[in-house]
């Protein structure tokens, strides 16, 4: 026969029911079973939220919305400004380079003409080179020999510095011949010894000292 378990003694039961536990804290409560009536009211909680999400209509954009539209739209309008000045600066670079080659093509040509790539040369555009016509030549103006001039000392001070060195072109304004003329006379006047080749003329400065009366 297979062995049988002990059966509880009254001894044991009554000394269970006397002795004490060593703890004083209250045993863990067991499990609460699964209530119907609040898994119900959960239910309805939920579906109250619901509808009344439902009844609050389409969602309203908040302020951190309106900023962020804000600033996408300052982007883009920033990105889109940039990009107009980057095509206007590269249009007016080469609007400036055509023109300067322009400047550099003296030949100007028309509809219809012929030419041949050795008409694009250096050597040929220098022949088409305007060159600047001086219209304000003294000697040519007055029609005078410059070396026949030697003793008109108001004349050579016109062409000479207050050092007496001889002014160039630039300041003469007269043809590279008559420059030349006018340099070999006053040449010829200071070698002659009867203008100073360091300072005016006497003559000029006795004007400045001793002015004229009237």
């Known amino acids: 026969m297979p062995p049988r378990l002990p059966a509880p003694s009254t001894a044991s039961a009554i000394a269970r029911t006397v002795i004490r536990p060593f703890s004083t804290t209250a045993p863990a409560a067991a499990p609460r079973e699964h209530n119907a009536s609040a898994g119900a009211h959960n239910h309805r909680l939920a579906n109250l939220n619901n509808s009344s999400h439902n009844r609050a209509g389409p969602y309203k954009p908040s302020r951190g ?9 300052f982007k883009s309008r920033s990105a889109s400004y940039t990009q107009e000045k980057t095509a206007q600066m590269e249009f007016l670079k080469n609007q400036k380079m055509s023109n300067d080659f322009l400047k550099q093509m003296p030949r100007r040509w ?25 219209n304000n030549d003294v000697v040519d103006a007055l029609g005078i020999s410059p070396l026949d001039m030697y003793k008109n000392f108001s004349l050579i001070e016109h062409f000479t510095s207050s050092s007496g060195m001889i002014n ?10 008559n420059q030349r003329k006018v340099a070999k006379m006053v040449r ?19 004007d400045q000292f001793f002015q004229r009366q009237k």
């Open 188 to 206: 010829r006047v200071q070698g002659m010894g009867i203008y100073p080749s360091v300072h005016a003329h006497p003559e000029m400065l006795r």
């Open 65 to 73: 919305d309106a900023a962020a539209r804000l600033i996408e739209r």
């Open 110 to 134: 028309e509809a219809g003409d012929v030419y041949s790539p050795h008409d694009l040369s250096p050597v040929e555009m220098q022949k088409w080179r305007k060159r600047s016509v001086r």
């Open 168 to 177: 160039h072109s630039n300041l003469t304004r007269l043809r590279p011949v």
